[in-house]
């Protein structure tokens, strides 16, 4: 019975937090929606992630950008 009660709870929070994730993700299209008359947002949410890993790299933000630059003279998109 304890199995059930264990298995229950669990399920409970698991949803509880599946529909949490459901309206975070709603409530950050309603914001891009607010903001791309105003802002760059795509530009905005590059420069996020590229401060996201900069954060997690050994390196120093010169010696990133240094390869930024390189990279950005050398590759084609």
Excluded: C, P, W
């Amino acid at each position: 019975m304890k199995s059930k009660t264990l298995l229950t709870e669990f399920v409970e929070k698991y949803v509880g937090i599946e529909n949490e994730r459901k309206l975070l993700g709603e409530d950050r299209k309603i914001l891009i929606a607010d903001y791309k008359d105003k802002l760059d947002v795509k530009a905005v949410q590059a420069a996020m992630r590229i401060v996201k890993m900069r954060s997690t790299l050994d390196i120093s933000d010169d010696e990133f950008d240094n390869m930024l630059l390189a990279l950005d003279r050398i590759t084609v998109v």
